[in-house]
């Protein structure tokens, strides 16, 4: 399986910008796509969509979030930190069968 | 707008088997790809399976032979069992549409179950 690897924890300040990294054990990118994806979580929510194939938004998503990598090394940028953002947020490979997700990072105020 | 949500006992015994719903609506699902997803306590996230719009069906190895996946078209409902189940198997499970990129794009609100004696 394609272990994703996540920190567990960021602190940042409202208003700043957050940086959440993923790296994958194996490439997850093919010739066409990067096959990495973002998910947030808030307490007693179900996950939401956010960012897939590494950099395009999901529908309804605010332009502050913004995803970028390819290979094994991706990023999530929130820019700016709102509260609203505070949340526990998830990276998924779907290059190969069974699709896993990373421990999740999450996002605390400073 | 699909909406997906998710039914089934909140309590399953040791060794017996878990069965949930997943009903769909605002999309047929003899389109796309429907999973599900279960988050233990601590956090950690596990992709269980899914169902494909012909009615083929793919499964994380860990489950091994646990695990069936089935679906009434006409109710617009898939269906998670899960045999011979352990306290480890105690979580929060999601039911979700996947892209044919494997994208999960819209997730039910989860329902939680205790394995417990």
């Known amino acids: 399986d394609i272990v994703l690897t996540q920190s567990p924890a960021l602190a940042v300040s409202l208003g700043q910008r957050a940086t959440i990294s993923c790296r994958a054990s194996?490439?997850?990118?093919?010739?066409?796509?990067?096959?990495m994806h973002w998910y947030q979580q808030k307490p007693g929510q179900q996950p939401k969509l956010l960012i897939y194939?590494?950099?395009n938004l999901a529908s309804s998503i605010p332009a502050r979030f913004s995803g970028s990598g390819s290979g094994t090394d991706f990023t999530l940028t929130i820019n700016p930190v709102q509260a609203d953002d505070i949340a526990t947020y998830y990276c998924?490979?779907?290059?190969?069968?069974?699709?896993?997700f990373g421990g999740g990072t999450k996002l605390e105020l400073k | 707008e699909v909406q997906l949500q998710e039914s089934g006992p909140g309590l399953v015994k040791p060794s017996q088997s878990l069965s949930l719903t997943c009903s769909v609506t605002?999309?047929?699902?003899?389109?796309?790809?429907w999973g599900w997803i279960r988050k233990f306590p601590g956090n950690k996230m596990e992709w269980m399976g899914y169902?494909?719009?012909?009615?083929?069906?793919s499964y994380n190895p860990s489950l091994k032979s646990r695990i069936s996946i089935t679906r009434d078209t006409s109710k617009n409902q898939f269906f998670l069992q899960l045999n011979s189940v352990t306290t480890e198997d105690t979580a929060t499970y999601y039911c979700?549409?996947?892209?044919?990129?494997?994208?999960?794009?819209?997730w039910g609100q989860g329902a939680s179950v205790t394995v417990s004696s």
């Open positions: 998924q490979q779907s290059r190969e069968l069974p699709w896993t």
């Open positions: 169902i494909s719009y012909s009615g083929s069906t």
């Open positions: 979700a549409s996947e892209s044919t990129t494997g994208v999960m794009d819209a």
């Open positions: 194996q490439s997850v990118s093919t010739s066409s796509y990067n096959l």
């Open positions: 605002g999309y047929s699902i003899t389109s796309n790809y």
């Open positions: 194939d590494a950099s």
